[in-house]
């Protein structure tokens, strides 16, 4: 099994920055993707960017994400994070990681990836 624990939400003014952290652990082949998610209240989940873990640099974005995010991983490559720029009150909901033991490269469909985290809410007001 894949644990993921998200920090770093908060609440931030328009034009600010955060930055999210998932905390990874257990088999390395059960997290060979990390990516992050955000759901809206009221929405559906949407992908916000994903990044490989074992395959050599390799990370893809969403396009309202292209420009103001960074996905990025840190700490012997067992924590993600999410470098958030220029924030919207669009950006507002809550923020995911999820683990994939697959291949889902250059998709962000929920649907490839078997482990979540438990959320961290993001306020941009």
């Known amino acids: 099994d894949v644990q993921l624990v998200e920090s770093g939400g908060g609440a931030v003014q328009d034009g600010g920055t955060l930055r999210l952290s998932c905390a990874a652990s257990?088999?390395?082949?059960?997290?060979?993707?990390l990516a992050w998610f955000r759901q809206g209240a009221g929405k559906a989940r949407q992908g916000v960017a994903a990044?490989?873990?074992?395959?050599?640099?390799?990370?893809w974005y969403r396009d309202f994400a292209e420009d103001r995010f960074t996905i990025s991983l840190g700490n012997g490559r067992s924590t993600v994070y999410l470098e958030m720029t220029s924030l919207k009150p669009e950006d507002t909901g809550v923020y995911f990681c999820a683990a994939s033991s697959r291949h889902p490269i250059g998709t962000l469909n929920p649907s490839w990836y078997d482990s979540w985290g438990q959320g961290t809410q993001v306020t941009v007001s």
């Open positions: 257990g088999y390395s082949t059960n997290r060979k993707y």
């Open positions: 990044i490989s873990t074992h395959y050599g640099p390799g990370s």
